[in-house]
């Protein structure tokens, strides 16, 4: 393990010895230390998989009655081979698998095919498992971003998975491989977030979904997250019990070492698998365009391995895997899951439709559902950035109130050492994370303004980093 204090955030990433796994693997953030308090606002959920690390995950209130989706992440690297039948009734509904990648240790941009993508996306697409894939960035620039980007779309195309094929995004995998010998060693946060945007919106052109994927360190220190648009899906890792990214992502990577049935590493045995939450709103905003779903929510294990439903556009029927496709949650054994059905193109969004999974079907022939709660408006288009965040003036005398963790410091600057815990005022080490040898400010923490210079604030004990570039700490 390999701590990150730049003095405004508290962090840590995962590293590993081997260069390779650096170029093949999801990297993720990790932050250690937490106040028990910090969980109050949070509900419990597990993983369905073993050998996760934790037995049980911590999710942010935010996600309160969202759906839970269980899923995989994998390549060449992570699995050597893959039976997403067994997969699948151990409880795997999703997998994002790697289509390309880029090299890490060449001056110039190297793309390459993933050799095992389309096994693995035929054995789960013949298996309900929904899709998605990924692309290893190394990315330096905006041309580079587009080119890898333009280089995942044409191996698509070549093997016949358009947009409506897969049920997830397109994903930039952007982070850091090979140490001080990678191809994007130094590089800046406009220059990442520039490559980002190029990417997805090339993405976007060719009709697919844009994602990014980063670590909690990638995250809050290279991308400038208000710079991407609405419909850009962000897909976070943190392997721990918790995601403490103040990012709004929709997919949580939680492990690395997680063991599923059917599914073998790189070495040929069972475990070492990467492992995702994906968050489901289940009140999904409504349409104008989709006004009538059909289709029986009582089904055999048999149909409710692929579940059928007609969408209608006032009395004009739509065509699935032109206008929707359908995928299952929870739909590989008796009990109660779901369908996921996702519009494309001009229809967006999704719906999430109750099902119940009985030994055999006892349901009407044509259960007629209301579709309040469906499909969305088209998306925003690629090239409308979400709006900066307001600026915040910070004056002395006022009232302020901590954003992320942040380290306490003896003055204005990273270059000033860190405050200990036991040097704080009783009253601020009730704002800080307990067990921590230094002050570390919790999140929701309200402190006073004691002076500013530059981004930093004096407050009672110290200094703390306000804001950088268009990330701000405190508000």
Same mark, same amino acid.
């Given at each position: 393990m390999k701590k990150l204090n730049t003095g405004k955030k508290v962090k840590r990433v995962i590293s590993t010895a081997i260069a390779a796994a650096l170029m093949f693997s999801l990297v993720a953030g990790l932050m250690p230390?937490?106040?028990?308090?910090?969980?109050?606002?949070?509900?419990?959920?597990?993983?369905?998989?073993?050998? +996760?690390?934790?037995?049980?995950y911590y999710h942010k209130a935010a996600y309160s009655g969202d759906l839970i989706v269980n899923g995989v992440d994998i390549s060449d690297w992570q699995s050597?081979?893959?039976?997403?039948?067994?997969?699948?009734?151990?409880?795997?509904?999703?997998?994002?698998?790697?289509?390309?990648?880029?090299?890490y240790g060449t001056k110039k941009l190297k793309l390459h095919n993933d050799d095992k993508f389309s096994a693995q996306y035929t054995n789960a697409k013949a298996n309900g498992v929904m899709c998605g894939v990924y692309v290893f960035s190394q990315a330096k620039n905006a041309t580079e971003g587009a080119k890898e980007a333009a280089y995942a779309i044409k191996r698509l195309?070549? $093997?016949?998975?358009?947009?409506?094929? $897969?049920?997830?995004?397109?994903?930039?995998?952007?982070?850091?491989?090979?140490?001080?010998?990678?191809?994007?060693?130094?590089?800046?946060?406009?220059?990442?977030? !520039?490559a980002a945007v190029a990417f997805c919106n090339t993405i976007k052109a060719a009709g697919y979904t844009p994602g990014i994927y980063a670590n909690t360190t990638f995250f809050g220190s290279y991308l400038a997250t208000s710079q991407f648009a609405p419909d850009v899906d962000l897909w976070c890792a943190q392997y721990y019990k918790r995601n403490q990214s103040g990012? !709004?992502?929709?997919?949580w990577q939680y492990s690395s070492s997680a063991k599923i049935d059917g599914m073998l590493s790189y070495t040929g045995l069972q475990g070492k698998i990467d492992v995702n939450f994906w968050y489901l709103n289940k009140n999904n905003a409504s349409s104008s365009t989709v006004t009538k779903i059909c289709g029986k929510t009582t089904l055999s294990v048999a149909d409710a391995k692929a579940p059928k439903f007609k969408l209608y556009n006032g009395k004009?029927?739509?065509?699935?895997? +032109?206008?929707?496709?359908?995928?299952?949650?929870?739909?590989?054994?008796?009990?109660?899951?779901?369908?996921?059905?996702?519009?494309?193109?001009?229809?967006?969004?999704?719906?999430?439709?109750?099902?119940?999974v009985a030994s055999k079907t006892t349901g009407s022939a044509d259960t007629k559902l209301t579709c309040a709660n469906?499909? +969305?408006?088209?998306? +925003?288009?690629?090239?409308?950035?979400?709006?900066?965040?307001?600026?915040?003036?910070?004056?002395?005398g006022k009232k302020y109130v901590v954003q992320e963790y942040l380290n306490v410091r003896k003055g204005p600057g990273t270059k000033y050492g860190k405050v200990r815990r036991s040097k704080l005022s009783k009253a601020m080490k009730k704002r800080a994370v307990s067990g921590n040898i230094y002050a570390v400010l919790k999140p929701g923490s309200k402190i006073k303004c004691r002076g500013v210079k530059g981004n930093w604030m004096k407050i009672k004990g110290?200094?703390?980093?306000?804001?950088?570039?268009?990330?701000?700490?405190?508000?």
């Open positions: 230390v937490i106040d028990p308090a910090y969980a109050a606002s949070e509900f419990k959920y597990a993983s369905p998989f073993k050998k +996760t690390g934790y037995s049980t050597k081979k893959c039976r997403f039948d067994d997969a699948k009734a151990d409880g795997v509904d999703f997998s994002i698998m790697r289509v390309t990648w880029s090299s195309k070549e $093997l016949g998975i358009g947009p409506e094929d $897969l049920a997830l995004p397109v994903y930039m995998d952007y982070e850091f491989a090979g140490g001080i010998l990678g191809r994007m060693h130094g590089i800046k946060k406009t220059a990442a977030t !520039n990012v !709004n992502y929709s997919k004009t029927l739509l065509k699935e895997g +032109t206008d929707y496709l359908v995928g299952g949650i929870r739909n590989n054994a008796a009990g109660n899951g779901y369908a996921y059905i996702k519009g494309i193109g001009k229809y967006g969004g999704y719906a999430l439709v109750p099902i119940t469906y499909l +969305t408006k088209a998306s +925003t288009a690629m090239s409308t950035p979400l709006p900066a965040a307001p600026a915040v003036k910070y004056q002395k110290g200094w703390i980093c306000c804001k950088s570039g268009d990330d701000v700490y405190v508000k």
